[in-house]
């Protein structure tokens, strides 16, 4: 190698002079300053690997909030509007059992009546299937335990036959819509008679 450069000096008709040091840098690095320093590389590897997978895992934490939030959104963008729906249900629910009443009364047997009532409750009963198909479900409490997150207690009745905490009446029927209470029922909890 020395040779041929030698030998194109010549050439060019330059003077071959000492040969320079062979690929020792500038400024030589020792054995430990090498460790040192692929130690500090090797720590900020693991300290961005790191960070990598924190930012992936927040990642991917927002992704499933996101879609957890427009599953939701799906389910109960209808709430205000079923809370809506189930005064005119109530409403209807009533003009039917006042309509049953007298059409049932046997002084006044008419007709008309009877056909509003029959009317009235298919289209009650048609009300309910379209709430049922949407998930909203009308709660029937009596009987069961007082549960604050479902019913509102708007008076108490004396615990005749029943244990004390049961829902004993309700006064307005309350509904769920998948499963989320949208509206209390309004009920008369058992207690124990004073004396």
Do not use: W
Request: aromatic share 6%; proline share 6%; charged share 30%.
């Amino acid at each position: 190698c020395a040779f041929s450069t030698a030998a194109q000096q010549r050439s060019t008709g330059d003077e071959c002079g000492p040969e320079e040091p062979s690929e020792e840098p500038k400024h030589p690095l020792s054995d430990c300053a090498l460790e040192h320093k692929a130690i500090k590389l090797e720590e900020q590897v693991r300290d961005l690997t790191e960070r990598y997978r924190r930012a992936l895992a927040d990642s991917e934490n927002v992704r499933r909030r996101t879609q957890k939030f427009v599953e939701d959104a799906k389910l109960f963008g209808i709430q205000s509007f079923c809370r809506d729906l189930v005064e005119v249900a109530d409403i209807l629910e009533k003009t039917a059992e006042s309509a049953a009443g007298h059409a049932e009364e046997p002084s006044d047997p008419n007709p008309t009546l009877q056909k509003i009532y029959e009317g009235l409750a298919l289209i009650e009963a048609k009300l309910q299937s379209v709430f049922a198909k949407h998930g909203l479900q009308k709660m029937n409490p009596v009987g069961g335990r007082y549960d604050p997150y479902d019913h509102e207690i708007i008076c108490h009745v004396p615990a005749e036959g029943v244990q004390p905490g049961t829902v004993a009446l309700v006064t307005q029927d309350g509904y769920k819509l998948h499963g989320r209470t949208i509206r209390h029922a309004l009920v008369g909890v058992a207690v124990e008679a004073q004396e």
